[in-house]
């Protein structure tokens, strides 16, 4: 844990060795920015990047613009109205900026953005699901997102990701004053496709918030998730679940921003990992700031190993910088199958590997269930149960529709 302050210009007259301790940059998360100038090309050695595979981005990361685009299709209700902004146009709506650079390069080559707006005082009564795909593990595509729901709204957004492509990606995400939006991204790529993707959300004054992340696919994804609040009384809640093959590196790094008072924000990510060489990282941040008293928060990430040759980076972090709080926590957990699970299934004359399935199935069941569109939680538990069969030793077990 660490606290940091900032520095006001009426605090001149502290002496200098203070204002110095007090000004020291996070280095989890630089100062967001479009200016592809304030991102240096990672060698790896960053904080925010010495866990990423800098060799296998393909040179993702290098300032070159394409023309290329995702396969697009949409389902949403007609309430739903959905228009094309320029880069300078999306721009002046206000949202978060990039926080790193492949980030900026998405917003700077994608030639504009896809914006989804949920006009005030409008409950959708379906959710509306936006599909992305790739044709090819050449393709290079730079793409911007804009999803923006009206004050007293209602809606559920999911983004879906399949096929194959090296994607690099931006989500800005705008909620009215006393709204309430759930939005899941499905990375469900197929196993040579490489996804850099940043999904910032902006949480209106008491507006409600739950995402979900899904990552079971894919050679390398790199999810960004930062948040912030327009206003006291947001909340919001983080979900997220990943899969992790044999030499598939997969991370989640997530940023909470308290910077306003009486806000909550809860984050809850499970993990499961099989096969030689398998990688998965979650890092996770949270930042209460000065004036953000009397907020609420917690942080939690649980890794299942269910092979030998596999490894979990998980890192938690709170920067405190008032007192004035309700509560702050944090926990990290990473360990194989839980004996006196497996030993009490198996007692009951399950065997060996089903009580294992069983396990696996428990531990992402839960986060799953919280989604709340039916379609989309049969196809991820069935999903996981597909992974499973690669090395668990089960064929696939379909759930009931």
């Not at 396969?71 to 999306?90: F, G, H, I, N, R």
């Not at 930042?287 to 938690?316: F, H, M, W």
Request: glycine letters at 8%.
């Amino acid at each position: 844990m660490t606290q940091t302050q900032q520095v006001r210009p009426s605090e001149a007259d502290v002496p200098v060795v203070a204002r110095a301790i007090e000004t020291v940059a996070s280095h989890l998360h630089p100062t967001p920015s479009y200016d592809l100038a304030d991102y240096d090309v990672p060698t790896g050695r960053e904080e925010v990047w010495r866990f990423t595979p800098i060799k296998r981005l393909r040179g993702l990361l290098e300032d070159t613009p394409s023309d290329d685009h995702l396969e697009w299709k949409l389902d949403a209700p007609a309430a739903v109205e959905v228009s094309e902004l320029t880069v300078e146009a999306a721009r002046a709506l206000g949202g978060p900026a990039p926080v790193d650079r492949s980030s900026a390069l998405a917003v700077k080559h994608s030639g504009g953005a896809m914006l989804i707006d949920i006009p005030a005082d409008t409950e959708l009564d379906q959710p509306v699901v936006v599909r992305l795909a790739g044709v090819s593990a050449e393709q290079v595509v730079h793409g911007h997102v804009l999803v923006r729901i009206g004050r007293h709204s209602r809606a559920i957004v999911v983004l879906e990701h399949t096929g194959s492509a090296q994607y690099v990606a931006e989500v800005t995400v705008l909620v009215g004053d006393s709204a309430r939006l759930e939005l899941a991204s499905l990375q469900l790529w197929d196993d040579d496709a490489v996804h850099l993707g940043h999904v910032a959300v902006r949480v209106g004054r008491d507006a409600e918030v739950r995402t979900f992340q899904a990552s079971l696919g894919g050679s390398v994804v790199r999810m960004v998730e930062t948040a912030d609040y327009a206003g006291p009384g947001g909340r919001l809640e983080m979900y997220g679940l990943y899969f992790v093959d044999a030499g598939q590196h997969i991370e989640h790094r997530l940023f909470i921003d308290h910077n306003q008072p009486r806000t909550r924000s809860n984050a809850d990510y499970r993990g499961a990992l099989q096969g030689k060489g398998a990688h998965s990282v979650w890092v996770g941040d949270v930042l209460i700031r000065k004036q953000a008293e009397g907020i609420q928060t917690y942080e939690s990430n649980r890794n299942l190993v269910l092979t030998e040759g596999c490894q979990a980076d998980s890192v938690p972090n709170l920067e405190i910088e008032t007192g004035e709080i309700e509560g702050a926590g944090h926990a990290s957990a990473t360990g194989r199958f839980d004996d006196e699970q497996l030993f009490y299934l198996q007692s009951r004359g399950i065997t060996p590997v089903e009580a294992k399935r069983l396990v696996v199935h428990g531990f992402f069941a839960d986060l799953i269930r919280r989604i709340g569109v039916g379609s989309i939680e049969r196809r991820l538990l069935d999903a996981v149960e597909a992974e499973l069969a690669k090395n668990i030793g089960l064929p696939a077990v379909g759930v009931e529709r």
